[in-house]
């Protein structure tokens, strides 16, 4: 017995001294998330944490200059010339760049990835909007028989002189952000056809229409251009290591590692101790609380956010028998399918909805009112447009006007659902609940959880009556954002059913031009006109923050060299 | 015996289809915009729902859904795991082995050190010792496994920086490890065979903190059911027909005694066997120990149908196999139990 707890003592000691704590290597950069990397294959990369990845190992024509969201500079081209009015654009592609598996990138490359992109095109893709540019169709050809080989093929060409030609069916003036989209990267044609991907011929193209890339073989097995290569995945681990046949200036960091950590606990201590670099935050009342300030962590506040968020009234709530409606009428147990019609029970609720109380309680007084339903820091975005405040005295007047009085003399009862497990959400509806209720004691609103898929299936039908939905940017343009919200053919629109024929007037001219101050007048006429008509209460903005090891340095960690619409490029860092 | 057992192995196909039949059934009660949840990741990609949903045929009625699985697992393929990235038979190739090791390394010590304990507080009934224990093991039991282990990571990772975190081996062994040949798939063995006893210490040294976690969880019940069952069989006729001829207390407690009070911790222990192998799934992901506890997790929460169907259906051969195992112990340890 003695025996046996001197060797169990012995042994204890042997492994607490001899643990390998030491902090992560210098020229390691450790990456803890919280997620799973769904793809790396760029035809189909759709979320951040895919093109965290695919953003290091792939590059794309262009990208945007350091912060800024508005200039774009060359990067596997080195110059388009637009012509044609705008409808043809010609690339320069640089010279000399290899692919991670040691072939010279052609424009047969750049030709056969946007052909591989239009081809596909699936529902859980990107292409949509680059589609829309090349073909005019946001479609792929299952979808959309208008969409043909000839007119894919015809899209994006190669010239004699090996120039990159794209031929746009009308003026995107968007085009060009949207080629810096992750999704548009350039792939090597022979090696996706070696490993099993589309071999890029009119003869099989039919076969990969709406194809879903997600888990193709190129995702496991990547081949960009860009500054680090894969080396190895497994269950938990993708290892990266710097490209050493890289075109560009070579990172001063070797190797990559991304870990996936579900537990925010364990991240945490692994950032605190030095084990990791970066790590997946856990909101910012949490990160507050338990990492900025902490020895060894650099925090760095007030970054820019690209997220907008509205709360929809649906002027149009689809469905017969909708539960959501109680007994349908303006009789105090319910509400009409139209209820939302009247722009007094517009400005009523968007009277309703405490702003400020939300940014202090929800996002810890660091939230930002927005005037239009785009981010602030977008070309575009009029910070002179008026916004609504919260006024309970203002909520009233417009409620006694609503319906011809009978609102404000039956009341109603009206249910809405917010997003399942998402607390800022049921906070926002808590606090238009209250608020409401408080004006009239006749006024109801419920609130329910509804899972976050099926919320947005029943809401693209018109089937939910209020609901708070966001969206984040595809490309740094105002019509990624004006158009979605606020055009009645916009992908908001069956959720809010909102229409104004000189809003879609504004929002279409918008689209065919080039002209930047034009658009910006087009747009501020957007919003004021969406301030008057209030569809969406919006919800206002968070404001962005990062914090990572101080031993990890480079532009993208600071306030001025942070773009919002790029993925952390890790050739940019340095560590001590 | 031999019959018993080839009938009992015989099974394992039927319970399977049946499983698979009753899981796939269960996911047909969520509606197509559920089920293509997994496969959506942006509100932009929400925004094509539809498209999704025909691309995946996940309006297609249950008998065409359940053919097409079916006919791929006859093919020998399992479906992809979006919670993996990966085949699903992949999957399992790849982290099995993993929670294998985890579970080699946990079970022995949780059943000899319940086995101890239990008999330790049995023979020493309402004394000190056995007081001490019943308090340990009522804390054991009732502290929930995600606290014991994220304050085990607080204490000896965080604050004594004694033992390593989350993960399976450190960072430079996670680029080393590429080169090492792979034979059983076990981190720990495989790094031995190719003599990298480092990358072995390693792997052994961050599974120290599951496995105690796990260890502490696990036995508390063991060592409860051990207990009673000492008391049962110390109180029983033979035993005192034992002391009365003479016999020494050793002889009586560790021969005749004990043989018969690890009845019930077989069964237990068979059970104890299924849980570790069918993937300790909180511990896994406490620790980022990439088993197939860890990868359950992520699917039941992604909704991904491929991977919890895979887990399934390995969880249930496991539990065949191991009720089998466990029947056929109870014979070799009690001579009564006759197999027909």
């Not at chain 1, 746009?168 to 070696?194: M, N, W």
Request: some cysteine; hydrophobic content about 40%.
């Amino acid at each position: 017995m003695k025996k046996t707890a001197k060797k169990l003592a012995t042994l204890s000691s042997l492994l607490l001294v001899s643990a390998a704590l030491a902090a992560s290597p210098t020229d390691t950069l450790v990456i803890q998330s919280s997620s799973d990397v769904p793809t790396m294959d760029p035809g189909v990369t759709y979320d951040t944490a895919s093109s965290a990845l695919v953003d290091n190992m792939y590059e794309t024509l262009i990208t945007y200059d350091g912060a800024s969201l508005t200039k774009l500079v060359p990067l596997l081209a080195t110059k388009w010339t637009p012509s044609n009015g705008g409808k043809t654009y010609t690339f320069d592609l640089r010279k000399g760049v290899k692919f991670h598996s040691g072939a010279t990138m052609t424009c047969a490359d750049a030709e056969y990835s946007f052909e591989r992109n239009l081809v596909t095109n699936s529902g859980a893709s990107g292409n949509w909007f680059i589609a829309e540019a090349l073909t005019g169709t946001q479609s792929n050809a299952a979808d959309d028989k208008t969409v043909t080989w000839a007119r894919i093929d015809k899209s994006v060409e190669c010239n004699a002189a090996g120039q990159l030609v794209f031929t746009l069916p009308a003026v995107d003036p968007a085009f060009l952000a949207k080629l810096a989209y992750t999704g548009q990267a350039i792939l090597e044609k022979a090696y996706s056809t070696k490993i099993g991907e589309w071999d890029g011929t009119e003869k099989t193209w039919k076969d990969w229409i709406g194809k879903d890339l997600t888990d193709s073989e190129l995702s496991k097995k990547p081949n960009g251009t860009g500054p680090y290569k894969l080396v190895r995945a497994d269950a938990n681990n993708h290892l990266f290591q710097a490209f050493d046949g890289y075109w560009g200036k070579k990172p001063t960091i070797k190797n990559v590692i991304q870990q996936k950590v579900p537990e925010l606990a364990a991240r945490q201590q692994a950032l605190l101790r030095g084990d990791a670099d970066i790590i997946d935050g856990g909101g910012r009342s949490v990160d507050e609380a338990q990492v900025k300030g902490k020895p060894g962590v650099t925090w760095v506040d007030d970054l820019p956010n690209t997220t907008s968020t509205a709360i929809f009234m649906n002027e149009k709530i689809a469905g017969a028998n909708n539960a959501l409606l109680g007994s349908g009428k303006l009789d105090g147990k319910g509400i009409p399918s139209n209820f939302f019609s009247d722009v007094n029970v517009r400005r009523g609720f968007s009277y309703a909805f405490n702003y400020q109380g939300y940014i202090k309680d929800v996002q810890n007084t660091k939230g930002k009112q927005r005037t239009m339903l785009m981010p602030d820091i977008f070309p575009g975005y009029d910070p002179k447009v008026k916004t609504y405040t919260f006024d309970a005295a203002k909520a009233t007047d417009y409620f006694k006007r609503a319906w011809g009085g009978q609102l404000w003399k039956n009341g109603f009862v009206l249910t809405a659902n917010y997003r399942a497990s998402a607390p800022a959400s049921q906070t926002a509806m808590e606090i238009l609940k209250k608020n409401i209720e408080s004006i009239n004691p006749k006024f109801r609103v419920n609130i329910q959880a509804k899972q976050w898929s099926e919320m947005l299936a029943d809401s693209k039908k018109g089937q939910e009556a209020m609901i708070l939905i966001g969206w984040a940017p595809d490309y740094a343009d105002a019509d990624n954002f004006m158009y979605t919200f606020y055009a009645s053919d916009g992908y908001y629109s069956p959720r809010a059913n909102w229409k104004d024929a000189s809003v879609d007037k504004w929002l279409k001219q918008a689209r065919s031009t080039i002209n930047t101050a034009e658009r910006n007048r087009l747009y501020s006429l957007v919003g004021n006109r969406a301030y008057e008509q209030a569809p969406y209460i919006l919800v206002p903005a968070p404001v962005n923050y990062t914090f990572y090891s101080s031993r990890v340095s480079g532009a993208p960690l600071t306030k001025a060299g942070f773009n919002p619409m790029t993925s952390l490029y890790w050739k940019e860092l340095s560590k001590k | 015996m031999l019959n018993f057992t080839i009938r009992r192995l015989l099974q394992i196909p039927l319970v399977m289809i049946a499983l698979s039949i009753i899981v796939i059934g269960l996911t047909q009660l969520l509606t197509p915009e559920q089920r293509a949840a997994p496969y959506i990741r942006s509100e932009q990609q929400a925004a094509r729902l539809e498209q999704i949903i025909t691309e995946r045929g996940l309006r297609d009625p249950f008998p065409i859904q359940y053919g097409r699985w079916f006919s791929n697992i006859v093919k020998g393929d399992l479906g992809y795991s979006k919670a993996s990235n990966k085949d699903v038979l992949a999957t399992i190739q790849e982290r099995l082995p993993n929670t294998v090791e985890l579970s080699l390394v946990t079970a022995i010590p949780i059943l000899l050190l319940s086995i101890w304990l239990g008999t330790l507080s049995a023979l020493h009934k309402d004394k000190l010792i056995d007081q001490i224990l019943r308090v340990v093991v009522v804390f054991g039991y009732s502290l929930p496994t995600f606290v014991l282990g994220i304050v085990l990571l607080a204490v000896f990772y965080a604050y004594l920086g004694w033992l390593p975190g989350a993960g399976q081996l450190d960072i430079l062994n996670q680029f080393a490890v590429g080169d090492l040949k792979r034979y059983t798939g076990m981190m720990t063995v495989d790094a031995a065979l190719n003599g990298r006893w480092d990358i072995a210490w390693d792997a052994l040294q961050h599974m120290i903190l599951p496995a105690v976690t796990l260890l502490i969880v696990l036995s508390a019940n063991l060592v409860k059911v051990m207990r009673n069952s000492m008391l049962e069989v110390l109180t029983s006729d033979y035993v005192r027909t034992a002391r009365a001829k003479g016999l020494s207390s050793k002889v009586v407690n560790g021969k005749h005694a004990r043989r018969n009070a690890l009845l019930p911790i077989v069964t237990l222990g068979g059970f104890l066997v299924i849980g570790l192998l069918g993937g300790s799934v909180i511990t896994e992901t406490i620790f980022a120990y990439p088993g197939i506890g860890q990868w359950f997790v992520q699917a039941a929460l992604q909704l991904d149908i491929a991977g919890v169907l895979g887990f399934t259906l390995l969880s249930a051969l496991l539990v065949v196999v191991m009720s089998t195992v466990v029947d056929l112990l109870y014979g070799v340890l009690d001579p009564r139990v006759r197999f027909y």
